[in-house]
């Protein structure tokens, strides 16, 4: 368990032994078996892995980045041959990152009644703009450019008006990657309004008794976690818990935390234990 302490005596407490994020070929846009992420685990000596497949409704886009029902079917038939056979060494958690979709948030709840995971995620990852989506979180120039013409601010405005509306809806523990929108989008700021935005999602968490993903992947992309330090500080201060993950799209990602310390500041942060 790695901690730090923060502005005002509060303490971040990280869960070093858990990976709670990853993926697999399934999603479309990832490499490496789940064997083999859960073999990339142990070698690391984590002792819990969570994946958290794409679940995706009514999303209009030119490639599918997520599952359908049939992959599903594979994925917990996998995944319970996996605990069959490494359950003695880690813990392997089923789970799903429910992208939210504001026009079909009834379907979202059917589909996530038909699974029993282990872990519910929600992320906000495809915004509609006439009948398409585009996605928040692409480095495609394609969405890159139809995003950035409809306007950079009001388009992480609306992002996190829909995530708050994401958290008040689905039944999930986790939220991911919080700032993440636009990440690759050379005009990203987040304002006072985004700010005052992240507020309510993170009294709305409070409500609902979710943890903030410390999404590792951030480190790699902005030499930052998703969300960012403040945004983690604020949570803290507000009771949420954490939960890390690597959001491994490769085996070779999986529990790289590696990088949390160099955020957090060698000095500032200790291994318990």
């Known amino acids: 368990m790695a901690s730090r302490k923060v502005p005002g005596g509060y303490l971040i407490k990280l869960d070093l032994k858990t990976d709670g994020h990853v993926h697999t070929t399934l999603c479309r846009h990832a490499s490496g078996s789940m064997e083999e992420y859960v073999k990339a685990a142990i070698q690391r000596g984590l002792e819990r892995l969570f994946f958290l497949e794409h679940l995706e409704v009514g999303i209009n886009y030119f490639e599918r980045t997520w599952l359908n029902p049939g992959d599903f079917d594979r994925y917990f038939a996998e995944g319970n041959r996996l605990r069959e056979k490494y359950g003695d060494k880690l813990f392997i958690?089923?789970?799903?990152?429910?992208?939210?979709?504001?026009?079909?948030?009834?379907?979202?709840?059917?589909?996530?009644?038909?699974?029993?995971?282990?872990?519910?995620?929600?992320?906000?990852?495809?915004?509609?703009?006439?009948?398409?989506?585009?996605?928040?979180?692409?480095?495609?120039?394609?969405n890159l450019e139809v995003l950035g013409r409809a306007g950079v601010?009001?388009?992480?405005?609306?992002?996190?008006?829909?995530?708050?509306?994401?958290?008040?809806?689905?039944?999930?523990?986790?939220?991911?990657?919080?700032?993440?929108?636009?990440?690759?989008?050379?005009?990203?700021?987040?304002?006072?309004?985004?700010?005052?935005?992240i507020e309510m999602i993170l009294a709305a968490m409070v409500e609902r008794g979710m943890a903030l993903e410390v999404n590792v992947s951030g480190c790699r992309m902005r030499g930052a976690p998703f969300p960012?330090?403040?945004?983690?500080?604020?949570?803290?201060?507000?009771?949420?818990?954490?939960?890390?993950?690597?959001?491994?799209?490769?085996?070779?990602?999986?529990?790289?935390?590696?990088?949390?310390?160099?955020?957090?500041?060698?000095?500032?942060?200790?291994?318990?234990?």
């Not at 799903?96 to 872990?119: C, F, M, Q, S």
């Not at 703009?129 to 495609?140: A, E, T």
């Not at 523990?173 to 700021?189: E, F, G, K, N, T």
Request: charged share 25%; glycine share 8%; proline share 5%.
């Open 153 to 197: 601010a009001k388009v992480v405005s609306a992002y996190f008006d829909t995530l708050l509306e994401a958290v008040r809806t689905v039944p999930a523990q986790v939220v991911c990657h919080l700032d993440a929108v636009l990440r690759y989008h050379p005009q990203i700021r987040l304002e006072r309004g985004h700010y005052l935005r």
């Open 93 to 142: 958690g089923l789970g799903v990152e429910t992208g939210y979709n504001p026009e079909r948030h009834r379907e979202i709840l059917e589909k996530l009644a038909e699974y029993p995971w282990d872990r519910i995620a929600v992320s906000y990852h495809f915004m509609r703009i006439g009948d398409r989506h585009y996605n928040l979180v692409s480095r495609k120039p394609y």
């Open 228 to 273: 960012a330090l403040d945004i983690i500080e604020a949570a803290v201060r507000r009771d949420i818990p954490l939960a890390v993950g690597s959001d491994a799209h490769r085996p070779e990602d999986v529990g790289q935390f590696g990088m949390l310390a160099e955020v957090f500041g060698e000095s500032s942060v200790k291994l318990d234990g």
